[in-house]
């Protein structure tokens, strides 16, 4: 038989999912008197908000909001109305309520002072545990009842139970389908179709690109970072898009903070036309005819890969690239040489599988739900985080709309109890 959780004359929420947008809600709620249980499927909450803060939280961008609106692309207009109500500066107030202290980096992103998340963490639920939320850790949400309760599955070493609890509010907030080992796996995804909720693919965002490099350059050059270049692309629309930065050489193909930038343009790009092409500058802080200059100098006894090295500054593994991606004919002409190390072209095939990317694309649909997040098909039950449909470069905007739409979902539930007990 299953357990079933007794009954509050109070209202009482639950809160299922403890990443930043399921914990940005319980504390909303919490804060404004009604009982919350918060459940996760993992032994502790939080999981990937952790491992965000491994090479450095960054939690937000300091750009003005009308800059930063513009970088959830197509969602914009969805996220406004929550980035309005919970923007990146009252974000930074909030983490200094915590007493954490904030700094911008070189870039506009703004960090936790000691970069950690930990601390944060720590603070918040402190703060949680002090409005009362009560923590069920090992709990999987997996559906409903006939009768619209929230079925449960609690799992302790060898021990599984099944619990059914009633709950007068619900936020969802299960993140997407990456990094599955820290909890989401985006198994709501059926869960949420089954009551004929529109929930689009989850797709990888922020993710790598296969190529399939020789063995010679995949032994030499994988993890090896390629600074200081610029990145194209060009969008369905035939919109071109260029972001100068850093890629990382991996051993399957490539990756790093600029790839991820331009990454929706080309894994939609695959998935229109079954290729995309990602064109590489070299040397963005040079023309092509500075570049031509230095090649028609004199090389002497250099082969034509030192010659590059020692004339252009060229790393080895720029040069090697290049070599891995141009057939000799180009090496022999200068000015096509000079040309190809502005414009070096890579054919992308195929994306990285989701559970290796940093976050999701697709999830709930927009008109699924109402202004305040609640899912219209299910009254009383709302939804927040990575686990609705829109996605973002990395640069803080992540966790950003997931704290934002956790706020209003929190939100969203205070008034919907209100006009339950009216
Ligand atoms: C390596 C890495 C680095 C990142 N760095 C940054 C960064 O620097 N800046 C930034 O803005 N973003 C970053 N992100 C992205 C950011 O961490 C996520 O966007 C954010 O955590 C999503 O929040 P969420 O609350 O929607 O979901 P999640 O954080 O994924 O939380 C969802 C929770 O729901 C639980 N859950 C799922 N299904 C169930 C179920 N059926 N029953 C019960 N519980 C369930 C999970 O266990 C999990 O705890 C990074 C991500 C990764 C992977």
């Known amino acids: ?7 509050f004359n109070e209202p009482r929420v639950a809160v ?10 319980a504390e909303t709620i919490a804060a404004a008197g009604h009982k919350v249980a918060l459940y996760d499927a993992m032994p502790s909450v939080g999981r990937k908000f952790l491992l965000a803060g491994v090479g450095g939280m960054n939690i937000t961008h300091s750009e003005p909001h ?4 513009t970088r959830y692309s197509k969602s914009s207009a969805f996220l406004k109305p929550y ?9 930074c107030d909030w983490i200094h309520g915590l007493g954490i202290n904030t700094f911008v980096g070189s870039s506009g992103r703004v960090f936790p002072t000691d970069m950690k998340a930990a601390p944060l963490l720590r603070a918040w639920l402190h703060r949680l545990r002090e409005l009362d939320v009560e923590f069920y850790p090992r709990h999987r949400w997996v559906g409903w009842t006939d009768e619209g309760g929230l079925k449960l599955v609690e799992q302790k070493n060898n ?3 099944e619990k059914i609890i009633t709950a007068d509010a619900v936020v969802l907030a299960l993140g997407g389908a990456s990094w599955q080992r820290l909890g989401s796996d985006g198994a709501w995804v059926n869960l949420l179709r089954e009551k004929n909720i529109h929930v689009s693919n989850l797709l990888p965002s922020n993710c790598g690109f296969d190529v399939d490099w020789s063995d010679k350059f995949q032994s030499e050059f994988a993890g090896a970072p390629l600074q200081t270049v610029r990145l194209m692309a060009t969008d369905s629309l ?12 991996a051993k399957t193909g490539i990756e790093g903070t600029s790839v991820y930038a331009l990454s929706a343009k080309l894994r939609d790009s695959i998935l229109a036309k079954g290729f995309a092409e990602l064109i590489v500058d070299l040397l963005p802080d040079l023309t092509t005819e500075k570049i031509l200059a230095q090649l028609n100098k004199p090389r002497g006894k250099n082969s034509i890969s030192n010659f590059l090295r020692k004339q252009l500054n060229l790393p080895a593994v720029k040069v090697a690239l290049l070599r891995e991606l141009t057939p000799m004919s180009i090496w022999q002409d200068n000015l096509q040489l000079a040309n190809t ?10 994306f990285r599988p989701i559970d290796e990317a940093i976050s999701t694309a697709g999830g709930i649909k927009a008109n699924e739900l109402t202004p305040l997040l609640m899912l219209k098909n299910i009254p009383g039950v709302y939804c927040a985080g990575e686990m609705l449909d829109w996605e973002a470069p990395t640069g803080g905007y992540l966790l950003t709309a997931c704290f934002a739409t956790g706020r209003v979902a929190g939100q969203g539930v205070i008034n919907y109890l209100q006009r339950n007990t009216v």
């Open 66 to 69: 009308e800059k930063l609106l």
């Open 16 to 25: 299922i999912g403890g990443g930043p947008a399921g914990l940005m809600a």
């Open 1 to 7: 038989m299953p357990d079933s959780i007794p009954s």
């Open 238 to 249: 035939g919109v071109k898009h260029s972001i100068r930065g850093e890629a990382t050489i």
């Open 159 to 161: 021990f599984i139970a």
């Open 341 to 350: 190390l502005k414009n070096l072209s890579l054919k992308l095939k195929v």
């Open 83 to 91: 980035l309005d109500n919970f923007s990146s500066q009252a974000l």
